[in-house]
């Protein structure tokens, strides 16, 4: 095997293990680097792939301390997630900050969307009327809190070192040229 294949086989291994720390160490609901593994791995690596089985394996590894839940609500939960992935690769085809913070930022809107409604309809918390839906979203508000301030931690700061360091590497090339 390559020693490059090695290199990204050790690396994904090592994020794999320091998300599923990240999920089972004691920490405010929801404020996890999951989403953020998604959306860094599609919006760096050439083969967004990685990023999504990283997450993958995480995120079952990580279930398998703290225990897995209704089908349906899993496959909200991990698709959610997965669709950090998607936005990550978008925000890596903008150039415009702007843009790519709220591509992130989307990520946590989606999840809060998605999970709370998967919730309503699939689990037996709240009655499956308008009402119901609109609890189990209120319900999920201090989640969505929570979610939305990691990826600003996890992703939108990150971003913004992203970007000064690409408006650095460019001011270099400039002065080199002149």
């Known amino acids: ?6 290199s990204i086989i050790v690396w994904a291994a090592a994020i794999v293990m320091a998300l599923v720390v990240s999920r089972i160490l004691p920490h405010p609901w929801n404020f996890t680097p999951i989403g953020a593994a998604a959306f860094w791995g599609a919006f760096v690596f050439r083969k967004w792939w990685v990023g999504g089985a990283v997450l993958i394996a995480a ?3 990580s279930d398998a301390f703290i225990g897995f839940y209704q089908w ?4 909200a939960v991990y698709g959610s997630f997965a669709l950090y992935a998607v936005y990550g690769k978008l925000a890596a085809k903008y150039s415009s900050s702007l843009s790519q913070w709220g591509t992130a930022l ?4 989606s999840f809060f969307v998605i999970t709370n409604a998967s919730v309503w309809l699939f689990g037996t918390l709240y009655p499956k009327t ?5 609890a189990s979203l209120v ?7 929570n979610m939305l301030f990691g990826d600003v931690v996890y992703i ?8 000064v360091v690409r408006a650095a590497q460019k001011d270099e090339l400039v002065k080199s040229v002149v």
């Open 1 to 6: 095997m390559k020693s490059k294949n090695i």
């Open 59 to 61: 995120m079952l590894l």
């Open 72 to 75: 349906q609500i899993f496959v």
């Open 106 to 109: 989307f990520g946590s809107l």
């Open 130 to 134: 308008f009402d119901g839906l609109i």
């Open 139 to 145: 319900a999920g508000i201090p989640f969505y809190r």
């Open 156 to 163: 939108a700061v990150p971003l913004v070192v992203f970007a």
